[in-house]
């Protein structure tokens, strides 16, 4: 049987007043919380175990812990955590505590250490005070041989790098596939799971054809699913370009909307292949559907791609429209989805990423500026809520692995249809809304909400 959880303060006594193994705590919450006084029960935090006696004060709300107990657990005087114990096993909890797993930092720029993701750190941090839950950064150099701690960086009036004990609740925000796959940050995820019953969320990449492979399996989610294949050889290409007067080659593994390629009719007989690059669209004609695999299957080699049919999506201005939606686990578990913005490309791209100059607006505004015709406009913004949805709980039930937010690309066409583009199991922390110093987004929000929930906080 557990106790209700609720947030309380921490207070770090100096060690020559107060005993390592002995923790002060408000009278009023021992009896309530039926805590038995000066007996044995193991304090947790994380990963970190150890063994205390409680020592009720009267007339006090907080917690009193010594400097060394603190310094062990990584926290400081001042921090407000949720407290829950359980009787049966006669634990006193303190978390939840929150790992966030970053590609890098720069200890040399004190004021910016994580790069263009440091203001999305500080807002976790500030978000993570207000609901009682301690979140710390670290990379995979900090992870080292003893996997019941690592190095990491907390916020507390500046950036500190300290020893912390291993989280409950792990977020893996790694935007490179070679960091994640290292033998030291796959051991790490498997052991804190393992060993200390934590949760990892967003465990892994996901590639293109893997999502539609898995998403083809439920019959509810094929309508949004354009026709995509493993692109294997010249027959392929043949034949999906004799069904569509277009066709994308993605690579599997891509981001950002890099080495997309539109394969494309001129006329009767020539081709034409359309490459994104940062300055813009590349065009290049061929005088056979033949000449053109033969130039292009070079990159095949190296990389996996992806053929997929190619969409008559609406515009603005000649322009092409897309939606990214971000869609997260709330505070009981269940999909919902946070945002979702329009973006249109850029003069001269047919991406519309952001980082090739493409813009921001909102559903109901790019809607209404677009070549969508009147009549599916009024509900274009809830059925793609409901497709965004559809998919997140798709991937979670057909993939074998734990998500807790995913960016979902969709498109409208012409007809009024929606169609995935992409699932993104690493949503970027730094483009899809403006961030304002102070000001904590609903997605950092719903994030530690969702850390309480399955951490049991």
């Not at 917690?63 to 062990?72: H, K, N, V, Y």
């Not at 979902?408 to 961030?435: C, Q």
């Amino acid at each position: 049987m557990s106790t209700p959880k609720m947030k309380i303060d921490v207070q770090v006594i100096s060690s020559g007043n107060l005993s390592d193994d002995v923790l002060m705590l408000g009278e009023s919450l021992v009896k309530q919380w039926k805590i038995p006084a000066q007996q044995q029960l193991a304090l947790k935090f994380g990963s970190f175990r150890h063994s205390v006696t409680v020592v009720p004060v009267p007339r006090y709300e907080g917690l009193r812990i010594s400097q060394t107990l603190a310094r062990r657990m990584g926290i400081f005087s001042g921090t407000s955590l949720r407290m829950k114990y359980k009787a049966t096993t006669r634990t006193l909890s303190l978390g939840p505590l929150i790992g966030v797993l970053i590609s890098r930092d720069n200890p040399e720029q004190s004021d910016k250490p994580f790069g263009n993701i440091t203001m999305f750190c500080r807002e976790l941090t500030e978000s993570c005070r207000s609901q009682g839950a301690y979140v710390y950064f670290f990379t995979p150099n900090g992870i080292g041989s003893s996997l019941s701690s690592v190095e990491g960086w907390v916020y507390a009036k500046e950036w500190q790098r300290l020893m912390i004990p291993a989280p409950d609740v792990m977020n893996n925000r790694l935007t490179s596939r070679t960091l994640e796959n290292r033998p030291a940050v796959q051991q790490f995820m498997r052991e804190i799971k393992h060993r200390f019953g934590a949760h990892v969320f967003n465990e892994k990449f996901l590639e293109k054809s893997e999502v539609f492979n898995a998403l083809k399996k439920d019959a509810s989610l094929r309508k949004y699913l354009p026709e995509s294949h493993s692109l294997q050889n010249y027959t392929m290409l043949k034949s999906m370009c004799s069904r569509y007067s277009a066709v994308f080659l993605k690579p599997g593994r891509g981001s950002l909307g890099k080495g997309i390629i539109r394969v494309s009719r001129i006329g009767s007989e020539n081709w034409q292949a359309s490459y994104a690059t940062v300055n813009g669209t590349k065009k290049q004609s061929f005088s056979s559907l033949a000449k053109l695999f033969s130039t292009i299957s070079g990159k095949m080699k190296r990389v996996r791609y992806l053929i997929q049919q190619g969409l008559n999506l609406i515009e603005i201005g000649g322009r092409p429209v897309d939606f990214r939606a971000l869609t997260q686990k709330n505070a009981s578990g269940k999909w919902a989805v946070t945002s979702i913005v329009s973006r249109t490309a850029g003069p001269r791209h047919f991406v519309s990423n952001l980082a090739r100059g493409g813009t921001l607006s909102t559903v109901r505004e790019s809607v209404a500026r677009s070549n969508l015709p009147a009549k599916f406009r009024g509900d274009a913004s809830s059925r793609l809520q409901r497709a965004a949805l559809d998919i997140a709980r798709g991937v979670d039930t057909q993939i074998p692995a734990h998500f807790g937010e995913l960016g979902i690309d969709l498109a409208l066409d012409t007809s009024g249809r929606i169609w995935l583009l992409e699932v993104n199991s690493k949503p970027s922390k730094n483009d899809n809304t403006p961030l304002k110093e102070g000001k904590i987004r609903p997605s950092v929000r719903k994030m530690i909400q969702y850390a309480c929930y399955i951490s049991g906080f």
